[in-house]
């Protein structure tokens, strides 16, 4: 009974706020919805028994992107309004309603079949926790690894992209010699 | 034996692809001597053929398969027999002198070289026709030598006049040969064959009706091509060529095509006898037409040209009522006497600064004696006086007429060579003897060159003296022509008829010279209707004009811009037009904007979407 | 009752919206944004699958999104910044160099 009020609460919730984010003319609003819709998000996978991918969600994609999205809002002007000149607007949505009727359409006839295997399968009785533990450093480890070296390379990416006047050291340097070497750089 | 058809056929050939090395370039007279020179070889080539053939012995080579379609098999055959061989020898004979003579006619053109390129040309279709042994190698032949006579008629084609007499005569020769495609279809239709061997043996099996039709249908080719009523404007008009073009192809050969063609296929014209008599009669009313028509024009190459139309007439005659033989004598001398006129034609001319009316000249006598001479020569074959040419082949002619009991076409025919007789005169009087009037106009009229001079004498010395050879003519050819001798009863009556014809020729000729040397007609005869009648060609070309071409014009300016232009065009244009546009509309799918291309990243996904619902229903 | 069935809606709605997003805004940053609801409805579809069936995978997938996700927009960031840096203006009419 929760299960149908949490549910039907959250998903009118996060189709709101996304339409927010979607359709808003000020930028603020629409950076705002969209943390907030991750929020509700995560409240879904709480209601899937995804404890684990819950947290994770809130503090990667709630706190980690979003506040890399609020940097990004520097380059906004938030106090105008994002001007966009669409064309055919009828065009795109009644692309979009369509797109959606039909995936409708193919989610809610029965899909499930009496063939699938179960290649993972949960056990009983252990936290959700502590299945993602085990199943992430046994069978996952290969892209577990995998992922943590891209994030590295983006990290790196990111501060390579947006640092200037790399090729100085400044630790290795005492203050004097770095500052006459980054005055030179600059006349250059 | 073979090898002399060849010769024969392919040297004029190989005389016009020489030719054509040079064709742009200014004159080279090598041109014209190669030219000459390999019409001479064909020429004794074919008189060896000539000389050669035999009842058993005719000659029949295969070049090559060329058409074998279906049912259909047609190999490019030629023969020589008894027929062929004279036309062979007349064409090729006659021609060689012509390319002798036109190295000294075409002296000062600029475009010597093109001028023996397209007779050379014209002399090898010629050939192809008469040497072909099916029909349809005779219509290649056909063909070859329309679009030759258009080449030459409008070689000088900066003059408006000439390009539209050269249009005129492929127009109407072309009208005509639907004709003689008809027959030609219906020949195969009913026969399954083309070649005149195939055809001849059958021809007696089939029914009158279907032998009519196809003596009908051919005939009407040949009435093109050797201009009888009523498509026989072009014919004067076709003077706009230089001399020699008329001399060889309006007088000796290409005109000729049609009796060749009636001669040819005389054993399918002799089960038709009606069709035979139509033809004949066609021939006699075109014999007096022209006749009547040269009798009051004042331009020098017309009147030559009717003379021709009106022997031509005579020859159809012959043919019409079967002797086919006497057709083919007069078709070999008229070749003569007729070129060698048109000839003697170029001399004046180009004594006279190319002037081409009558009333300017006169008294050249003095200045030109030898083309006087054979001009005479020439006129008195034409009008058939003993020993002439001319008098053997025409009066067979109208014995024969006489002899079918055709009293009526015997009378037009009798008309007419007294008409032939004072125009023929009527000429020779007003350009060479008389009241010197170039003078007025201020003309300084000379001799022809010593080499036009001798290109013309041969051609005068069969004119004057080929007549002889029509007892050795007829054994020869009645080989393969039906025997025919006119029997007249009693037989003195021939001998009366003879001597009436000669009367009238003579009357003709005397009335001729008496009228000219006295002043001639005063101008009051230019006031009678009838003057005008037959000044202005029976007002038929008027007719033509008003009746046919100008609706034409307007039925295909009409189409033009109607349909061509509104709808064919329209519908390529449109065409085109789609595609542009559309590519254009498609241009955005690469224009670099993000946004448009998630947007189209999103139809394809519906596009996907679409396909997995449709074809892969959930179970 | 709550079938995996009104989770898949919920997901094809949002991904819906999503595309809505994509299409719609001329914004770059926007852009992002709506890239990021894209993944999000995804993540709810593999975690609803993934308890239907017990069956840890669809789990682990929508983690992995996540660490993807995340990394993707560092850099995504990274050039955005670049961008403005040069052009002071991050609409995406403005980005086009080809004449179309």
């Given amino acids: 009974m929760y299960e149908i009020i949490a549910f039907y609460l959250f998903s009118f919730l996060t189709i709101t706020l996304f339409s927010i984010v979607v359709f808003s003319k000020n930028a603020l609003y629409s950076m705002t919805a969209l943390a907030g819709g991750m929020i509700f998000i995560s409240g879904f996978f709480f209601l899937l028994d995804a404890d684990f991918l819950g947290v994770v969600q809130i503090i990667v994609y709630s706190g980690a992107v979003m506040a890399v999205y609020a940097f990004g809002m520097i380059f906004i002007d938030t106090a105008k309004d994002v001007k966009e000149k669409i064309k055919a607007k009828r065009m795109i949505y009644s692309f979009s309603v369509a797109i959606a009727v039909l995936l409708v359409v193919i989610v809610s006839s029965p899909i499930i079949s009496k063939n699938i295997i179960i290649s993972t399968p949960m056990i009983e009785g252990v936290g959700n926790s502590k299945m993602v533990g085990y199943i992430l450093f046994t069978k996952y480890l290969v892209p577990f690894e995998l992922t943590a070296v891209m994030l590295l390379v983006a990290m790196v990416a990111g501060i390579v992209l947006v640092s200037k006047k790399m090729d100085i050291s400044l630790s290795l340097k005492n203050d004097y010699e770095a500052k006459s070497e980054f005055e030179e750089g600059v006349a250059k | ?619 | 009752m709550i079938t995996l069935t009104h989770y898949l809606v919920v997901s094809s709605i949002l991904f819906a919206i999503g595309l809505v997003g994509i299409v719609r805004r001329k914004n770059l940053l926007m852009l992002f944004f709506s890239t990021e609801i894209l993944l999000n409805a995804v993540n709810i579809g593999f975690a609803a699958i993934s308890r239907e069936f017990h069956d840890m995978t669809g789990q682990m997938f929508a983690f992995f999104i996540i660490a993807v996700a995340a990394s993707e927009v560092a850099v995504g960031l990274g050039l955005l910044v670049l961008w403005y840096k040069r052009k002071s203006t991050i609409d995406l009419d403005s980005m086009q160099s080809m004449k179309g």
């Fill in chain 2, 1 to 619: 034996m073979e090898k002399y058809i060849y010769i024969t056929l392919f040297a004029p050939l190989i005389g016009s692809l020489f030719a054509a090395l040079f064709g742009d370039k200014e004159k080279k007279l090598i041109t014209g001597i190669f030219a000459s020179f390999m019409l001479l070889v064909s020429a004794f080539s074919a008189i060896y053929l000539l000389m050669n053939i035999d009842a058993e012995h005719t000659y029949h080579v295969k070049l090559m398969d060329w058409i074998s379609a279906g049912g259909l098999n047609v190999p490019f055959g030629f023969v020589a027999d008894q027929v062929s061989v004279i036309m062979m020898v007349t064409v090729t004979f006659v021609s060689a002198m012509i390319h002798i003579y036109s190295i000294g006619y075409m002296d000062h053109d600029k475009s010597f070289n093109r001028f023996f390129i397209y007779l050379s040309l014209f002399v090898f279709s010629m050939l192809i026709l008469v040497m072909s042994d099916n029909f349809l190698g005779l219509f290649i032949g056909w063909e070859g030598v329309g679009l030759c006579s258009w080449l030459l008629i409008g070689f000088w084609y900066h003059k408006d006049s000439a390009s539209w007499a050269a249009n005129e005569a492929f127009i109407m020769n072309r009208v005509a040969d639907l004709g003689m495609l008809i027959g030609i279809f219906l020949i195969y239709w009913n026969f399954g064959s083309l070649e005149y061997d195939v055809v001849f043996a059958k021809a007696s099996s089939l029914s009158i009706g279907t032998l009519t039709l196809v003596g009908i249908f051919l005939f009407i080719g040949a009435m093109g091509k050797s201009a009888q009523f009523p498509f026989h404007t072009w014919l004067a008009d076709a003077m706009e060529g230089p001399t020699p073009v008329s001399a060889l192809i309006h007088a000796a050969t290409m005109v000729t095509a049609g009796v060749f063609l009636v001669i040819r296929a005389n054993q399918v014209f002799s089960l038709i006898p009606e069709v035979g008599l139509f033809i004949a009669s066609l021939g006699a009313f075109v014999a007096v037409f022209a006749a009547s028509m040269a009798l009051v024009h004042n331009d020098l190459k017309k009147i030559i040209a009717y003379s021709t139309l009106s022997q031509l007439g005579y020859m159809f005659v012959a043919g019409g009522l079967g002797a086919y033989w006497v057709a083919l004598f007069h078709l070999m001398t008229h070749a003569f006497f007729k070129s060698v006129l048109f000839l003697g034609a170029g001399n004046v001319m180009h004594a006279m600064d190319d002037e081409l009316n009558i009333k300017k000249m006169g008294g050249l006598g003095d200045k030109m004696k030898w083309t006087m001479v054979i001009m005479t020569i020439a006129s008195l074959a034409l009008s058939g006086i003993y020993p002439f040419a001319g008098f053997f082949s025409k009066d067979k002619i109208l014995e024969v007429a006489f002899s079918e009991h055709a009293y009526i076409l015997w009378a037009m025919l009798w008309i007419g060579a007294g008409m032939t007789a004072f125009y023929s005169f009527r000429l020779v009087m007003l350009v060479f003897f008389g009241e010197e009037r170039y003078k007025r106009y201020g003309f300084h009229p000379h001799e022809a060159g010593a080499l036009m001079l001798w290109a013309m004498a041969p051609l005068a010395l069969f004119a004057t003296f080929g007549g002889f050879s029509e007892h050795g003519f007829y054994e020869f050819v009645t080989d393969l022509l039906p025997k025919f001798e006119p029997e007249i009863e009693p037989h003195f009556m021939s001998y009366i008829l003879m001597v009436i014809t000669l009367g009238i020729a003579i009357s003709g000729i005397l009335y001729a010279v008496y009228k000219y040397t006295t002043g001639g007609f005063s101008k009051e005869v230019e006031k009678y209707p009838v003057y005008k009648l037959l000044a202005n060609q029976y007002y038929i070309p008027a007719f033509y004009d008003k009746c046919i071409v100008k609706p034409y014009i307007a039925i295909s300016a009409f189409l033009w811009q109607k349909i061509d232009v509104a709808i064919v065009d329209m519908t390529v244009d449109a065409i085109a037009k789609v595609l542009y546009k559309s590519g254009d509309k498609a241009r955005v799918m690469q224009s670099g904007n993000l946004s448009n291309m998630l947007r189209l990243m999103v139809f394809g996904l519906l596009v996907l979407l679409l396909l997995a619902v449709i074809f892969y229903p959930a179970k």
